[in-house]
């Protein structure tokens, strides 16, 4: 390709709007442009990224026997009301009508398009096992779209959903999507964590997702995840998910009896611990949330912290945030209280479920709101001064140097880029579709599914945000648009030009795919912009060029050789 007549500009700026290196860097190197808030054109450059990425994606998928095949876009309501998603998937999910107002939605997901197409084709187990999948623009009204290709509202998915006759069959297919997913992300160039991770809105049991690994280092961090691991037994898992056993703290207020203590004014545990003069672990905290439109109260140890989608899953929920204000006080004006935060605890509360976390369990003479302002309880025990609440559950999040459950080594903490990710779905869509086979022994069943994701757009964003320095992308050479970039120093010198020109022929005769810089640039600007795309490879044509020698460099380790001509094309020939 000559970089004349290639579409694509460069900026000299980041776009404003970009916070991470892979917006900023996909932008401003011509890869993509935005089009509306989460949405984005992928021009030339970029296509060519994601078609090598869909290429990996296809051939490992198809090795490991799945088929492809590809659905709407565009899906009817029906199908969702089936399944019961309809009325609980939130505003994520894009509701349009078409000309007949029938409800329509454009696709986040395909669990129940590809389950109606099961229901419809396989009748029989002697059909089973099946993994079907497609390669499709999904679209997600993502509260915050952001980060670029990272968490955009279309996006391209890779989607893939395996049928089974049994548990037994489930487990092999999701182990060879293991598998299959590991050798995608190996040969697209990005080291990748597979850990244990929430199975969310979309139900099941098991699941794990594949996180790249991302500099914390870096002003924002592109990771969206926390992924705590230990060193020594393996064990990973994002926040969401992850347990993690208690280094000992002291968890006896010490207090002699029960008391009510004013404390005027304060309002976090922190300020709280402070004015009472005792450690913030033998507070037992309060919080209310609003779950799908439901007051809940949680409850855990002051010096923890609540994850909240293991708070959700205890109440099977979609939708969580932290009771506002004005919410608070209506919940109290209920109970016949009239405390703000910082002064609520779960004594009188009326049409408000609580949970405890595990943590509380084993305070003693501890610290309490008891629903009066600038007042707690202290010295506090369960059963004796405060019903301990009937539900108890791990709602707190793991942090670092915390014991790994399994091992009792340290946990540590990462950040992560979820690029792809596997579920047991189970017969939760079956089930609720009627999408049953017969079975050997003559008995209907539904089958037993997985779903496996990947973010073909993210992926691409995630080898960026991995691969980058201060002059540009570094692109992996497997998912790069280009495997070598060719650059004439200057365009008025005929000898630079008619080599870099045959360089270019050979190699482009060899198949290999090459960029020349022809265009009548200052060679600072073309040399820039070789590496703001980040072609892996680079050949400089320049004054040497009268000693038959050329600057080969390698854009991944900086490394530059000077050598001939036709070394330089048997050096691109072997790679
Ligand atoms: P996340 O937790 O990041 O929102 P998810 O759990 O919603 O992801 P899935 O619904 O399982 O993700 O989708 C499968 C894959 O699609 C994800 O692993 C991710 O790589 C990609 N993906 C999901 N949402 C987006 C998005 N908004 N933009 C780009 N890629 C996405
Ligand atoms: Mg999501």
Redo the contacts with the bound molecule.
Sequence with gaps: MRMSKLFFQTLREYPSDAEVMSHKLLVRAGYIRKLANGVYNYLPLMQRVLKKVETIIREEMDRSGAQELLMPFVQPAELWQESGRWDVYGKELMRLKDRHSREMCLGP?HEEVITSIAREGIQSYKQLPVNLYQIQSKF?D?IR?RFG?????E?I?K?AYSFDADEKGLDKSYEIMAETYKRIFERCGLETKMVQSDS?A?GGSVSH?FMVLVNENSEINAG?NDVFYCTKCGYSANSNHAVSELNPVETDGGYEKPEIKETPDVHSIEELSKFLNVAKSVICKAIIYVIDGKYKMALIRGDRSVEETKLMNVFAGNEIRIARNDEIEEIMKESGYNAVAGFIGPRGLKNVEIVADETVKDLKNFVIGINENDKHLVGANWGVDVELPARMADIRLVEENDKCCNCKSTLKVTKGI????IFKLGTKYSKAMNAVFTDRDGKEKPFIMGCY???V???AAAAVERHHDEYGIKWPIAISPYTVIIVPVSDQDEQQVSVAEEIYKKLTEAGVEVLIDDRSERAGVKLKDADLIGIPYRITVGKTIKDNLVEFKNRQTGDTVIITPSEAIERIKSI
């Design positions: 997901t997600r993502e779209p290709l990272l968490r955009g509202r996006f998915m989607d969310g979309i997702e969206e979820e690029v792809g990710n994701g990947i973010g757009t993210r992926t």
